[in-house]
C-alpha cells in the first residue's frame, strides 16, 4: 500500500512538471485556435494600395485586385514578380520583374491603359530591390519612380524597412562607412547619417523629423525600440512586451494613430499588437501596453506583411501573409472598442 | 442556458441511463476478463470556454475555429469484477483550425469502465479515462490534464469480436496562474468524438 501511494505521489509530481510546460506556449494555444482567421489560399507578400475603390496586393504568384481569383499582372514559368509598387493616382504599376533564366531583375511599368501588359523595363539596368512606395535600388544607388530618378547615388544598399511614403536605408557609401537615409516621396529627407552595422526590423515614422527604429538585442533577447532623427540613433526608448514574427515579411508591421488627442504606435509582436504612447518624445522610459482584444482580436496570430493608411483618419489597411487584408479602424473613443474587418 | 452546457447535461442524462440496468442480475464477464479495442473515428469541435475572460465566454461548434477533425486510440483493460474494467488507452487526435494549422492532441489515460448492460452478444459500456494530453499548436505545445465520457454500445458478432460505436466529450483545459500575463487565455476544451471501437475480449 505504502508502495502504491509513492508510486502515485510520483506520478502526481510529473504531471504537475510537465504541465508547468503550459508556460513555455507562445499564447493561450486555445485562443490562437479560437482566433485563428481564415485563411484564403494565397500568399501575400504585400498590400500595394488603392486606385479608386478597388485594393491591390502582391501575392506569390502576381499582383491581384482585391476580390479577383486570378492576378492581374501573372507570374510565368520563366519571369517572376518580385516587388511592386502601384502609384495610387493613375493606378500603374511598377514590378520588379526577375527573370529565372538570364537572372536579369529589371523594373517594368504596367499601366491601367494597357490593361497591365508587361511591356519593355523602364531601362537596361538590373534593380535588387523594389519598395511599396516606389523607390528601387541596385549596387550603385537608390532610385525613384518610372524615370529613374537617382535620390541618393554611389551607396551600396544594406537593408530597407518601409512605412507608407517614407523609406529607411542603410547604406555603405564609397569610403565602406555605414549610412542612414530617409526617402520620403523620393527625396532624401534625411542624408549620411552616421549609421553602424546594427540591422533595425522596424521602422515607423512620428514626423518628418523623427522615427522609431526597433532592433534586437541579443545579449537580453528582447526588441527595444529607439528614436531616430537627423543626430542619429538616440538611447533606447522603449522595449516590446514579446519577439516580432517576420518569418515572411521583410520587417515589422506597426501605424500610429491618435487617440484622446495622443498619438500611439501599434506594432504587430508575436501575438499582440504592442500600444505606445509616442505623444511625447521627450520622455523617457515610456511604457508598452499588449493589446489582444479590439482589432487585435482577429489579426494578432496571422503575420502582417504592412499596413498602410487609408483616406479616412485611424482607419488603415493591413495585409496579411495567408488571410489577404483586413480594414483596420481604430476611430472608436477606447483603444480596446477599435475593430478590424476582412476585406 | 448555453449550448455546452445542454450537451453536458445531456451526456450526464445518458450515462445515468445507461446505467440503470445495472440492477439486471446476470452478468457475462468475470474477474480477469480482458478486452482490447481499437477505435478510429471523427472529432466535432464541441466548445472552448475562456473562463477567465468573460468577454470572450464560450464558444462553441464551429465558433471554436476547429474543423472537423480525427480521432484514434487503442486500449486495453481488465475486469476487476463482473461490471467494472481497469486499465489504459493511448490515443491521437487532431483538429484543424480555420487557419488549416492542425492541432494535435496525444491523450494517456487511465480507463474505467462500467458496463451495465452485458448479454454476451451486445455491451453498453459507460468510460470514464483520466490523464494527460500533450497538446500541440502551430508553435504552442503543453501538457494539459485530460479527462473523457463516453459510452459505448457493442454487438459482439462471436465470443471474441465485436464492433461498437463510441461517443461522448473529451476535454482537456489550459490553465495560467493569476501572474502569468497568459492569465486571461485560460481555457477549457471539449471535443465530440464518434468513433467505431473493434473490440477483442477474451
Known amino acids: 500500500m505504502k508502495r502504491n501511494a509513492t508510486i502515485l505521489i510520483a506520478i502526481a509530481i510529473v504531471a504537475i512538471a510537465l504541465c508547468a510546460c503550459n508556460i513555455d506556449a507562445t499564447d493561450g494555444i486555445y485562443s490562437e485556435v479560437a482566433s485563428s482567421t481564415e485563411s484564403k489560399d494565397v500568399v501575400m507578400i504585400s498590400y500595394l494600395g488603392t486606385y479608386g475603390d478597388e485594393h491591390y496586393y502582391l501575392a506569390d504568384d502576381g499582383v491581384y485586385r482585391n476580390g479577383s481569383s486570378s492576378p492581374l499582372i501573372a507570374n510565368s514559368s520563366s519571369k517572376i514578380i518580385r516587388n511592386a509598387s502601384l502609384d495610387e493616382s493613375t493606378g500603374n504599376i511598377l514590378i520588379l520583374l526577375q527573370d529565372r533564366s538570364t537572372l536579369k531583375a529589371q523594373i517594368h511599368e504596367c499601366t491601367a491603359a494597357d490593361d497591365y501588359a508587361i511591356g519593355s523595363p523602364i531601362n537596361d539596368s538590373n534593380y535588387t530591390g523594389l519598395l511599396v512606395n516606389g523607390v528601387f535600388f541596385n549596387e550603385s544607388g537608390i532610385y525613384y519612380s518610372p524615370s529613374a530618378t537617382s535620390v541618393v547615388p554611389d551607396v551600396k544598399v544594406q537593408y530597407y524597412l518601409e512605412t507608407e511614403e517614407y523609406a529607411f536605408f542603410s547604406v555603405k557609401d564609397s569610403s565602406n562607412a555605414y549610412k542612414h537615409y530617409v526617402i520620403k516621396d523620393g527625396s532624401a529627407i534625411i542624408s549620411d547619417v552616421e549609421g553602424s552595422s546594427t540591422t533595425y526590423v522596424g521602422f515607423q515614422p512620428l514626423s518628418d523629423s523623427t522615427y522609431v527604429l526597433i532592433s534586437y538585442d541579443s545579449s537580453k533577447s528582447v526588441f527595444n525600440g529607439y528614436q531616430f532623427t537627423s543626430a542619429g540613433v538616440g538611447d533606447k526608448w522603449f522595449q516590446l512586451s514579446s519577439s516580432i514574427p517576420y518569418a515572411y515579411a521583410s520587417q515589422a508591421a506597426s501605424f500610429c494613430f491618435t487617440n484622446d488627442s495622443k498619438t500611439y504606435m501599434a506594432i504587430k509582436c508575436r501575438n499582440y499588437f504592442d500600444i505606445i504612447d509616442v505623444t511625447d518624445t521627450a520622455a523617457t522610459g515610456i511604457s508598452v501596453k499588449p493589446l489582444s482584444t479590439g482589432f487585435a482580436t482577429d489579426i494578432r496570430t496571422t503575420e502582417v506583411t504592412n499596413v498602410k493608411k487609408t483616406a479616412t483618419d485611424n482607419v488603415f489597411i493591413a495585409g496579411t501573409y495567408d488571410s489577404l487584408l483586413y480594414q483596420i479602424d481604430m476611430s472608436a473613443s477606447e483603444i480596446e472598442n477599435s475593430s478590424a474587418k476582412q476585406l | ?202
Open chain 2, 1 to 202: 442556458m448555453k449550448s455546452s452546457k445542454k450537451f453536458i447535461i445531456a451526456l450526464v442524462v445518458l450515462v445515468l441511463l445507461a446505467a440503470a440496468p445495472a440492477v439486471a442480475k446476470s452478468t457475462y464477464y468475470f474477474k480477469g476478463d480482458q478486452v482490447f479495442s481499437i477505435r478510429a473515428g471523427v472529432d466535432f469541435p464541441g466548445f472552448i470556454s475562456f473562463y477567465n475572460d468573460p468577454d470572450r465566454g464560450t464558444v462553441t461548434f464551429w465558433d471554436t475555429h476547429l474543423r472537423l477533425g480525427g480521432v484514434a486510440s487503442i486500449a486495453y483493460q481488465g475486469y476487476i469484477n463482473e461490471r467494472l474494467a481497469l486499465g489504459g488507452e493511448l490515443g491521437y487526435v487532431f483538429n484543424y483550425s480555420r487557419s488549416n494549422k492542425i492541432m494535435t492532441t496525444v491523450p494517456l489515460t487511465a480507463k474505467l469502465t462500467f458496463v451495465p448492460v452485458q448479454t454476451g452478444r451486445f455491451d453498453l459500456a459507460a468510460s470514464l479515462n483520466l490523464g494527460g494530453a500533450f497538446i500541440r499548436y502551430d508553435e504552442g505545445r503543453f501538457f494539459s490534464p485530460y479527462a473523457s465520457v463516453t459510452i459505448t454500445p457493442t454487438i459482439f458478432f462471436n465470443e471474441n469480436w465485436g464492433l461498437g460505436l463510441e461517443t461522448g466529450i473529451m476535454a482537456t483545459m489550459e490553465f495560467y496562474t493569476r501572474n502569468s500575463n497568459k492569465h486571461d487565455a485560460s481555457a477549457f476544451c471539449g471535443l465530440l468524438p464518434v468513433t467505431l471501437a473493434l473490440s477483442y475480449r477474451h
